[in-house]
């Protein structure tokens, strides 16, 4: 019986890969990219949350007891994943961990609906709720910016924010997968401080050796960056309004989740900077 990991390209299910190859669990990486770069050699199946015939076939392969999911950028994304729930219950999969977001609320459009449709099948299941991931600043973009024009954009003013590691979650997410008893219940998955982008540049200025200055723009001149970076006005205008929320401390929160489900306190910032530097070390 396997574990299958949706996002097999993604920052969290490579990780939780390696976890449950380090320890002989059988699982299965699902991509959209067949095995894809990210797969790391690890088995990967075709697997994608907006075409039916990837789940049947899958499932007439492969023997899953529990799988891993995340927000596919699709509209409604509910309505699959929900449909892809009932079909994987009736294959004998009886545990789900579903990576959301802050803002998931049992019930509300978005992951809310997901989370919902899981307690009233009765499966099994786990609802992770990590902040922003740090991962996100050595991701194409930020690298960019950080890297070459020693900037980070933002509409997040001085909010604050829990960054989290992809690899703490990852640990999170195997735990949840895997212990011999399911949790059951959603999970805040934070990182150690809450941390303004002033913050982040001043870090990243010590780590660095060269000034990295955090460029605070209003809702409007945030989307026309985005946009003029080549995002649709549809992605500018969501992830812009992600940081006005996080503007009003919406992100900011701490929990102790962590440490209790892994045994050890999540990454701070500044080792995570450390760990990265090459990434944004290309003047
Ligand atoms: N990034 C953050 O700061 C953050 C913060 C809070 C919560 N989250 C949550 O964490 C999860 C991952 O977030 P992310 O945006 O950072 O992305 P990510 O880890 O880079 O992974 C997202 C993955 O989703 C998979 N995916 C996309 N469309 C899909 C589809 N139609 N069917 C199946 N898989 C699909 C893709 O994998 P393949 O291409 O391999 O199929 C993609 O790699 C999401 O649920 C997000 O809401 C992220």
Known sequence: MSILLTGGSGKTAPRVAALLAADKKPFLL????????GSNGHPTVKFDMSDESTWTKLFESTQIKAVYMMEPRISEPWVPMNKFIDLAKKQGVNRFVLCAGTSATI???GMGRVWEHLIESGVDYCVLRPSWFMENLIEPGLAFTIG????????????KIPFISAADIAEVAYHALTDEKSYNCDLRVLGPENLTYDQIAETL?????RKIEHVKLDEAGRIDILVQAGLSEYFARFLTRLEVL???????????????????PPQSFAKFAEENKAVWSSN
């Open 30 to 37: 699902g991509s959209r990219q067949e095995p894809s770069a």
């Open 107 to 109: 019930g509300k459009d």
């Open 148 to 159: 070459k024009l020693n900037k980070i954009f933002t509409a997040a003013q001085g909010g």
């Open 205 to 209: 200025s010590k780590v660095l050796g």
């Open 246 to 264: 996080a503007s009003q401390d919406f992100e900011k929160g701490t929990s102790d989740a962590v440490e209790r489900v892994t045994g050890h």
